[in-house]
């Protein structure tokens, strides 16, 4: 894990993240200026972690921004509080999230549809069947949900199966 976050330093140290969109994908940080990636993807307390989750102090209330265009197609606001825990209090553990489908897209030559979960949001202030733009904001970075701490959980399914998000922007 260590030089996976190592990775990311290095290969993000003087990007200006207000517009970091990676050129081999065409995909958008999610959190303008916050990279730092606290939990991986792949087994994780017992269970399978379904993506990654971006967190550094300071990131609370920050942004969540689409990272490619795409239609919401779920959109969840009912947990009324935001605070570290250690359970599924609501959202069936994601608290408060979105769910972006953005379409086909030719990732490596091979087109795809791909899905992306936003989680664990203060609140989201988009709704389903929404067209969203590469960028725009979808809601904002909370502790929701089973959470222990302020992050995005950021989940990506390619063609209906979660995969790695980090090889997508790195």
Known sequence: VRRLQKKLEDNIAGTKY?????????????????????SHFG???????????????????QPIRAIADGYVTLSY??????????????????????????????????????????AHAS???????????QGDVLGYVGTTGWSTGYHLHLGIMKN??????YPLFF
């Open 18 to 38: 207000e517009s970091f969109v990676n050129t081999n994908t065409g995909l958008q940080w999610p959190v303008s200026g916050y990279y730092n990636v606290t």
């Open 123 to 133: 609140r989201v202030i988009v709704s389903v069947g929404q067209y969203v733009k």
């Open 77 to 118: 606001n009912g947990c009324s509080h935001n605070w570290g825990k250690n359970g599924n209090c609501c959202g069936n553990g994601y608290g408060n999230y979105c769910v972006v489908n953005h379409g086909t897209l030719n990732i490596g030559g091979a087109p795809a549809n791909y899905v992306a979960y936003y």
């Open 160 to 165: 209906n199966r979660w995969i790695n998000p």
């Open 43 to 61: 087994p994780r307390w017992g269970s399978n972690h379904n993506g990654i989750d971006i967190s550094s102090g300071g990131i609370a209330g």
